[in-house]
């Protein structure tokens, strides 16, 4: 503890020597008036052969068949270095246009809204919290809670020993009360600055602290100073029911998107000619601030910035859940992009750090046409895996358009078919919100924009009706798979639908989830009108 409390102290007074810098930074950086509003021109990362940038095209492919062979499910992939993109893929049906969620890696976006309000003098690293709130704090609060500061909530030192359950379906949380006053109920054991715990909610509240002081919610304060300079595309952050941008989770963007913040950062601030974030602030939100642990093999245990990890190989990153990356490498000047829905995250930066890293030379090589476009091909051609079986199976033609009703249950499941009548296989289901129709490929993936989700719709952060793309297959004589990606999302879904005379057993799972993965099995009946009344919902 005492390492802690010198460590705590040490933080603060860099912390003063940051605020200082800023504020001899403020008048320049103010003076430049805002980018416009509409998406400015010529955003786009450049392109490069990986040879010219200094990296073999074959190391590139050696890593993108590791991830392709190692790694379920691996979204998309972007390598930039020397400020280009040398490569690029996304595996089938998560494409370039279509964003994704990016679950906590939205924590760094929120790093750098809090680092613009003190560089334009509305925020403070010591700002006390609980004054920031005073209609919302607690009748008799802590002494810990009022030495918490704006540096604590960056740095997750809140000196909190549990989150505070702020989230939606959370038996804990008050549905009713403002998220800042359930924050701030939260008992604070720790003196800030001295405990390190992984706090969404802190972000949460740094977000709302951001609101608090400019008027304008995290993401529209983003849109003139980041979003629309880097060239994000209508951006989209999810709101508590308050109107704040959820700050730790929320944000989708594309992959080249992230890779521009990511090129913003390891350029400290720096974006065709205009400081859009103060150099100071990049470099102390993306230094260690905290330690975290002291495992040598983990990248989670390198320490903390703020609301930046620190990782090995003197690199930091922001990162999400289930595999999504903004990894920077300063040393190496490069930015590795990965949006992802795996469950071993590690396992994904190990591959950056033992196919990439060593192949990352200095200066430009000789070019590999051959290797390029082996490379190329391979990039263009991936795919998330689709089930492995056969596209027909002689019990097809008597299971096909017929209606399984379900008894009751928690799912709100109604009834299922399969319908193998048209050029196109599709499942339909059957709710109380009404009936989809998705379209099933076979050997291939099949998009639906209302299409069924199996719940994934739930899951924090999904959109409520999430784009769906679905592929099947007959993995036994009696028994189809499909499997439903949410390709917004990290998740997908495998449904087993086994045929027993006049039973359907349905087996469903998630690759990922918050909560548990496997949903309970339920077993279906032949429905009394038998035949299938075509669906209206394309």
């Given at each position: 503890?005492?390492?802690?409390?010198?460590?705590?102290?040490?933080?603060?007074?860099?912390?003063?020597?940051?605020?200082?810098?800023?504020?001899?930074?403020?008048?320049?950086?103010?003076?430049?008036?805002?980018?416009?509003?509409?998406?400015?021109?010529?955003?786009?990362?450049?392109?490069?052969?990986?040879?010219?940038?200094?990296?073999?095209?074959?190391?590139?492919?050696?890593?993108?068949?590791?991830?392709?062979?190692?790694?379920?499910?691996?979204?998309?992939?972007?390598?930039?270095?020397?400020?280009?993109?040398?490569?690029?893929?996304?595996?089938?049906?998560?494409?370039?246009?279509?964003?994704?969620?990016?679950?906590?890696?939205?924590?760094?976006?929120?790093?750098?809204?809090?680092?613009?309000?003190?560089?334009?003098?509305?925020?403070?690293?010591?700002?006390?919290?609980?004054?920031?709130?005073?209609?919302?704090?607690?009748?008799?609060?802590?002494?810990?809670?009022?030495?918490?500061?704006?540096?604590?909530?960056?740095?997750?030192?809140?000196?909190?020993?549990?989150?505070?359950?702020?989230?939606?379906?959370?038996?804990?949380?008050?549905?009713?009360?403002?998220?800042?006053?359930?924050?701030?109920?939260?008992?604070?054991?720790?003196?800030?600055?001295?405990?390190?715990?992984?706090?969404?909610?802190?972000?949460?509240?740094?977000?709302?602290?951001?609101?608090?002081?400019?008027?304008?919610?995290?993401?529209?304060?983003?849109?003139?100073?980041?979003?629309?300079?880097?060239?994000?595309?209508?951006?989209?952050?999810?709101?508590?029911?308050?109107?704040?941008?959820?700050?730790?989770?929320?944000?989708?963007?594309?992959?080249?998107?992230?890779?521009?913040?990511?090129?913003?950062?390891?350029?400290?601030?720096?974006?065709?000619?205009?400081?859009?974030?103060?150099?100071?602030?990049?470099?102390?939100?993306?230094?260690?601030?905290?330690?975290?642990?002291?495992?040598?093999?983990?990248?989670?245990?390198?320490?903390?910035?703020?609301?930046?990890?620190?990782?090995?190989?003197?690199?930091?990153?922001?990162?999400?859940?289930?595999?999504?990356?903004?990894?920077?490498?300063?040393?190496?000047?490069?930015?590795?992009?990965?949006?992802?829905?795996?469950?071993?995250?590690?396992?994904?930066?190990?591959?950056?750090?033992?196919?990439?890293?060593?192949?990352?030379?200095?200066?430009?090589?000789?070019?590999?046409?051959?290797?390029?476009?082996?490379?190329?091909?391979?990039?263009?051609?991936?795919?998330?895996?689709?089930?492995?079986?056969?596209?027909?199976?002689?019990?097809?033609?008597?299971?096909?358009?017929?209606?399984?009703?379900?008894?009751?249950?928690?799912?709100?499941?109604?009834?299922?078919?399969?319908?193998?009548?048209?050029?196109?296989?599709?499942?339909?289901?059957?709710?109380?919100?009404?009936?989809?129709r998705t379209a099933i490929g076979l050997g291939s993936w099949a998009r639906s924009?209302?299409?069924?989700?199996?719940?994934?719709?739930?899951?924090l952060s999904v959109p409520a009706h999430p784009l769906v793309a679905a592929s099947?297959?007959?993995?036994?004589?009696?028994?189809?798979?499909?499997?439903?990606?949410?390709?917004?999302?990290?998740?997908?879904?495998?449904?087993?639908?086994?045929?027993?005379?006049?039973?359907?057993?349905?087996?469903?799972?998630?690759?990922?989830?918050?909560?548990?993965?496997?949903?309970?099995?339920?077993?279906?009946?032949?429905?009394?009108?038998?035949?299938?009344?075509?669906?209206?919902?394309?």
């Open positions: 503890m005492r390492d802690q409390i010198n460590c705590s102290r040490v933080e603060t007074r860099v912390g003063h020597r940051l605020a200082a810098t800023l504020a001899m930074a403020l008048v320049g950086f103010l003076a430049s008036p805002l980018p416009a509003a509409e998406p400015p021109t010529g955003v786009a990362l450049p392109r490069s052969t990986p040879e010219r940038q200094g990296i073999s095209s074959s190391a590139i492919l050696g890593f993108v068949e590791a991830a392709d062979t190692e790694i379920d499910a691996m979204h998309s992939f972007m390598l930039v270095r020397h400020g280009h993109v040398v490569a690029e893929g996304w595996w089938t049906p998560y494409d370039a246009r279509t964003p994704h969620v990016l679950y906590s890696l939205s924590k760094s976006f929120t790093s750098t809204a809090v680092g613009l309000a003190i560089a334009e003098g509305k925020l403070s690293l010591d700002d006390e919290v609980l004054k920031m709130f005073p209609d919302d704090a607690p009748a008799e609060p802590s002494a810990n809670l009022r030495a918490m500061r704006v540096r604590d909530l960056l740095r997750m030192s809140a000196g909190h020993q549990a989150e505070a359950p702020l989230w939606r379906g959370d038996p804990a949380s008050t549905k009713d009360d403002p998220w800042t006053k359930t924050f701030l109920a939260q008992p604070v054991p720790f003196k800030p600055g001295t405990h390190f715990l992984y706090n969404s909610p802190g972000t949460y509240m740094l977000s709302a602290m951001v609101q608090k002081v400019t008027g304008a919610s995290v993401l529209d304060y983003l849109r003139p100073r980041l979003f629309d300079p880097l060239g994000f595309e209508n951006p989209t952050w999810v709101a508590s029911p308050q109107g704040i941008s959820a700050g730790a989770w929320g944000l989708l963007a594309r992959t080249e998107e992230i890779a521009r913040f990511g090129q913003l950062y390891l350029q400290r601030g720096m974006w065709n000619g205009r400081q859009l974030v103060p150099a100071a602030w990049v470099d102390e939100a993306t230094a260690r601030q905290t330690s975290n642990g002291s495992s040598p093999a983990s990248d989670w245990d390198q320490g903390y910035g703020y609301q930046f990890w620190r990782s090995r190989h003197d690199s930091y990153r922001g990162d999400g859940a289930f595999g999504q990356y903004c990894l920077v490498l300063p040393t190496q000047d490069a930015v590795v992009t990965i949006t992802s829905g795996v469950r071993d995250m590690q396992r994904v930066m190990n591959l950056v750090w033992d196919k990439l890293l060593p192949a990352m030379k200095a200066d430009a090589i000789p070019e590999d046409a051959a290797g390029r476009r082996q490379l190329e091909t391979k990039l263009a051609g991936l795919t998330v895996r689709v089930p492995a079986g056969s596209p027909t199976a002689a019990l097809a033609k008597d299971v096909s358009r017929k209606w399984y009703e379900f008894p009751e249950n928690d799912r709100g499941l109604q009834a299922m078919a399969l319908d193998f009548g048209d050029a196109s296989p599709a499942l339909l289901v059957r709710t109380a919100g009404g009936e989809t924009r209302d299409g069924f989700a199996n719940g994934l719709a739930r899951s099947g297959a007959w993995t036994a004589p009696d028994t189809f798979t499909v499997k439903i990606a949410a390709y917004e999302t990290p998740f997908y879904s495998t449904l087993s639908l086994r045929f027993d005379g006049d039973r359907l057993l349905l087996d469903s799972e998630h690759n990922v989830s918050f909560g548990p993965t496997k949903l309970a099995p339920l077993v279906a009946h032949l429905g009394k009108s038998r035949s299938l009344e075509h669906s209206t919902r394309d």
